[in-house]
């Protein structure tokens, strides 16, 4: 059986039974947070569990690194977007120890896209249009200034609502133990 086949085996037992009601909420975030978050797969549970997040309370953005670099992505929209129709009220960027972007290697990376079927000439024609794919693939060397940083770029955002509290915390990922990068009160 394919991975998808047992995910909608799955699915519809799930929901025959009803499974999915106690996970029912109104979409809007009762403790009016968002969380950046990475998606590290050991923080799946273990993040919600460690700051006390449960369904229906916060709006999880989940990126690699729980990086925040660019002022115009994906990431950042998500972010005002849960602060101006969601009722959203603070921001979390929650990093953590032991992160696959603390080693990434842009060069290895693109070296297994080129193994996997991505033609040098897909990787050059993209460098040609302006993608530096090395800066784009890059990640950090140090979590702390990591956080520090996607919060910096959060806070200087021109759209950001003024005196919007954004927090930077690291996890530890085997205990959940939380600490404090930047209190943003």
């Known amino acids: 059986m394919s991975l998808l086949d047992e995910i909608l085996e799955y699915s519809g037992e799930f929901v025959r039974t009803k499974q999915y009601e106690p996970y029912r ?3 809007l975030p009762s403790k009016r947070m968002v969380i950046v978050a990475c998606m590290d797969t050991r923080l799946v549970e ?11 309370d916060a709006i999880v953005v ?3 690194g729980a990086m925040v670099t660019d002022p115009f992505g994906d990431v950042m929209r998500s972010i005002l977007v849960a602060l101006y129709e969601l009722q959203a009220e603070e921001v979390f960027v929650v990093g953590h120890h032991g992160c696959g972007m603390n080693r990434i290697n842009p ?3 693109l070296s297994t896209m080129k193994q996997r079927g991505i033609s040098e000439e897909t990787i050059r ?13 890059q990640g950090f060397h140090d979590v702390t200034n990591s956080v520090r940083q996607s919060v ?6 021109p759209l950001l609502p003024p005196s919007t509290p954004v927090h930077g915390m690291i996890i530890h990922p085997d205990t959940g133990q939380l600490e ?4 943003g009160y």
Do not use: C, E, F
């Open 25 to 27: 909420t109104s979409g």
């Open 62 to 64: 989940k990126s690699a």
């Open 46 to 56: 273990l993040l919600p569990k460690a700051m006390n997040v449960k369904n229906g």
């Open 125 to 137: 024609v993209l460098q040609n249009g302006g993608i530096d794919i090395h800066t784009w693939l």
């Open 107 to 109: 060069s290895t990376t």
């Open 152 to 157: 910096d770029v959060i806070q200087k955002h």
């Open 180 to 183: 404090v990068v930047v209190r």
